[in-house]
């Protein structure tokens, strides 16, 4: 199976997969002096055998990205043994959900942003049932998104920003009527590429006249795959 040939896998078998991939996956680790380094969770859970991702919308009280959709995580603290501490900590600060009911599966390679944090992201699922406990504070609310969107071209698009004087490709991954975007969304896409094998990067299709040619053209060609 390859790329959109996953969008109807089950949610054992999404484990299973992600495992394969990450259980011996060595990371790639970013050192910069001045860089904050921080941690994110990307946490599966099982709704009806279909699996889906965690994310938050950051309220307009926190420090950074306000108003964004992020996976749960944050900053390092000074307390932290590891990075993986920093994201269950954070995970259960934010959203309630105790480190040890997180059944953590690997981690990726270090992502660093625009916005001068060193993100460690780390996979995870949740094997039993749970309860929220929102901070209200830093958490406006939280979004469960199935996995099967960013193993759709429809659901993706790519924009260059100007940061600085310098273009950089922007990623946008659309679901509902919230957009997952940035550093969130270039994580996901890795990973999805990582494990999965698709990647829709090089193929804008939202916001584009084009779209229908580029939606067919990207079938034809992961249909030869």
Known sequence: MTGSSYKNISFRETVEKIKLILTDFRPKRIELENARNSAVMILFLNKENIPHIVFTKRTDWVETHKGQISFPGGAEDTTDASLLQT?????????GIPPDEIEVIGQLDDFYTI???TVSPFVGYIPNGFHYAINEREVARILEAPLSIFLDDQFFEVKKWDHK??????????F????????????????IDM?????????????????AHYLRQNRQRKSKL
């Open 87 to 95: 994201a269950t900590r954070e995970t259960f600060e934010e959203i």
């Open 115 to 117: 916005t001068n944090f």
């Open 165 to 174: 004087g310098r273009f950089y490709d922007v990623y946008f991954y659309h």
């Open 176 to 191: 509902d009527n919230d957009v997952i975007w940035g550093a969130t969304a270039f994580i996901i896409n890795h990973f």
């Open 195 to 211: 494990v999965f094998q698709y990647n829709p990067a090089p193929f804008p299709v939202l916001g584009d006249p084009r779209n």
